[in-house]
Structures are given as structure tokens and as C-alpha cells.
């Protein structure tokens, strides 16, 4: 499996991004996904993740009301909806595939075995 991220950029505080996952590998729909984030001088934290249904969602208290995490198992991919962006949300961005098939969402990053490149999301003051 292979995830390529876009969609990061520079956006004033209170302003919005999408940020979208392309994944290649016939066994995507399968698999839970998340996003996890690495700001600078910090070490890299689970943001959010999406059932392999697509049902399920869970969210870190910090994004919650703020984010919304989608996934499209016909497209193969999952999109970061972030609005009301602050500054302490700067960061490089992945998205991530759990190992396990069928499973429940995890938070811990050695859950998951396929990393996008990362996309940088910047917000200004």
C-alpha cells in the first residue's frame, strides 16, 4: 500500500484546510485509518482516525469540533476537514494505515504500518 497526502499549506488562525490521502493496494477498505502530526521539536501524536467502515471516528481532544475525518472506500481515499485552525495546530501532517485488518481504531503510531509522505500544515497568528 502506498498513501500520498496533499492538501497542507499556510492559512491564517480560524481558517480552514482539507487535507486528502490517496491510497493505492486493493486492501485500503479494510483497514482503519488515522492522522497523526509533528510539530516542530515535538515528537509526532495521533490527531484522529476513521473505522475501516468508516462509521467510527475518534478524535483527540485537542481537534475534536474542530476536525472531521472522512474516508471513501470506493476512491480509496481519507480526507482531514480542519477548521478554526490555530497556530499550536502547525505541523507536517501523515496519514496512516493500521496493520490489522477489520480492527478497531488505534492511537499508537507502531499500530500502524503505512505512512504517507506528510504534508506541511502551517497557521499563522
Known amino acids: 500500500v502506498q498513501l500520498q497526502a496533499s492538501g497542507g499549506g499556510l492559512v491564517q488562525a480560524g481558517g480552514s484546510l482539507r487535507l486528502s490521502c490517496a491510497a493505492s493496494?486493493?486492501?485500503?477498505?479494510?483497514?482503519?485509518m488515522g492522522w497523526f502530526r509533528q510539530a516542530p521539536g515535538k515528537e509526532r501524536e495521533f490527531v484522529c482516525g476513521?473505522?475501516?467502515?468508516?462509521?467510527?471516528?475518534f478524535y483527540v481532544q485537542s481537534v475534536r469540533g474542530r476536525f472531521t475525518i472522512s474516508r471513501d472506500n470506493a476512491k480509496n481515499t481519507v480526507d482531514l476537514q480542519m477548521n478554526n485552525l490555530k497556530p499550536e495546530d502547525t505541523a507536517v501532517y501523515y496519514c496512516s494505515l493500521q496493520g490489522r485488518r477489520f480492527s478497531t481504531i488505534e492511537t499508537e503510531g507502531d499500530k500502524y504500518d503505512y505512512w504517507g509522505q506528510g504534508t506541511l500544515v502551517t497557521v499563522s497568528s
Open positions: 476513521v473505522s475501516w467502515t468508516g462509521q467510527s471516528t
Open positions: 493496494g486493493r486492501s485500503f477498505s479494510r483497514h482503519a
